[in-house]
Nanobody, 117 residues
Framework: QVQLVESGGGLVEPGGSLRLSCTAS????????VKWYRQSPGKERELVAW????????HHADAVRGRFTISRDNAKNMVFLQMNSLKPEDTAVYYC??????????WGQGTQVTVSS
């Protein structure tokens, strides 16, 4: 059974950090692009970051560049999102996705991140 499961979300104060994890099962993430998206209430889902299949090519959205870092561990079949200097506007449900540069074949169920004092 193909599955992506996110974890690591929660409530954090502004300026704090969280590390999201995404564990894949039923398939290998090798050879795939990995991505993190987020969606806030009333807003469209937005791409936060992606990392290419070789772990070299990467992109982070302007809103998070310099604060968030996407990474992967193919041996553990996991994807990560290190989030530092969190802001209230980072509050959202965060989803991991695996696929190609242009498409997302597999999705997780999401993990809630709330940044509030």
């Amino acid at each position: 059974q193909v599955q992506l499961v996110e974890s690591g979300g929660g409530l954090v104060e502004p300026g704090g950090s969280l590390r999201l994890s995404c564990t894949a099962s039923g398939f290998s993430i090798r050879g795939y692009f990995v991505k993190w998206y987020r969606q806030s209430p009333g807003k469209e889902r937005e791409l936060v970051a992606w990392l290419g299949e070789f772990g070299v090519a990467t992109h982070h959205a302007d809103a998070v560049r310099g604060r968030f870092t996407i990474s992967r561990d193919n041996a553990k079949n996991m994807v990560f999102l290190q989030m530092n200097s969190l802001k209230p506007e980072d509050t959202a449900v965060y989803y991991c996705a695996v696929g190609s540069f242009r498409s997302d074949d597999y999705w997780g169920q999401g993990t809630q991140v709330t940044v509030s004092s």
